[in-house]
């Protein structure tokens, strides 16, 4: 994974385990190799969301991890995460969500929740698919909050429907681009790096 390409990413139509990012993990011994202090983070936060992942607590099929010189995001799809055109967590959400807080307490990261809505999902109170995303991604945050994680190592990002997966031509390729990423990043990329 070190010595290769950096940027690895499943698609939502595949399974987690056919990520290769994910597979890689697993012949990587971090001791053996000589590897930056932030690429050792970046494999440990790794290794603990496939531990995650693996123990069924965010479904495989409607999820995805990758990484870069930044962080590492798991992607989950809103569909499993919340009611249909609401923030209303689902018990598949609230699983995904004490996932994120247990990386989180273990962890000294920040993470910025990156909501994306379809504008078809959209119902009231919600206009548009710019409020539904933020209403979500700002939901998972103040559960977060509620739950002991400080305000301040946390972000809520909308973007509504402005960065789609695919392109939104059938029902298909709308639902995989309704998701909800956790990007966890170390504390110091504040500071020089722009990562929502």
Excluded: C
Aim: glycine share 6%.
């Amino acid at each position: 994974y070190f010595s290769g390409e950096r940027n690895f990413d499943s698609s939502t139509t595949s399974p987690i385990s056919n990520n290769p990012f994910i597979q890689n993990t697993d012949k990587i011994d971090a001791r053996d190799i000589k590897i930056s202090e932030v690429e050792k983070s970046h494999y440990a936060i790794a290794q603990k969301i496939k531990q995650l992942l693996m123990a069924d607590a965010v479904p495989q099929s409607a999820s995805g991890i990758s990484a870069d010189d930044v962080g590492v995001q798991l992607r989950v799809n809103s569909d499993i995460m919340f009611r249909h055109g609401s923030v209303d967590l689902l018990p598949e959400g609230e699983k995904v969500l004490e996932a994120v807080l247990k990386l989180m307490e273990e962890y000294n990261l920040y993470l910025v929740v990156r909501g994306h809505a379809d504008s078809g999902e959209t119902a009231p109170p919600y206009t548009s698919a710019w409020e539904l995303s933020g209403a979500r991604a700002s939901a998972m945050v103040n559960y977060l909050v509620q739950h002991g994680v400080k305000a301040t190592r946390m972000r809520a990002v909308s973007y509504g429907d402005t960065r789609p997966l695919k392109p939104g031509i059938d029902e298909q390729s709308r639902a995989m681009n309704r998701r909800v990423e956790f990007f966890f990043h170390r504390p110091e990329v504040m500071s020089y790096s722009v990562v929502y």
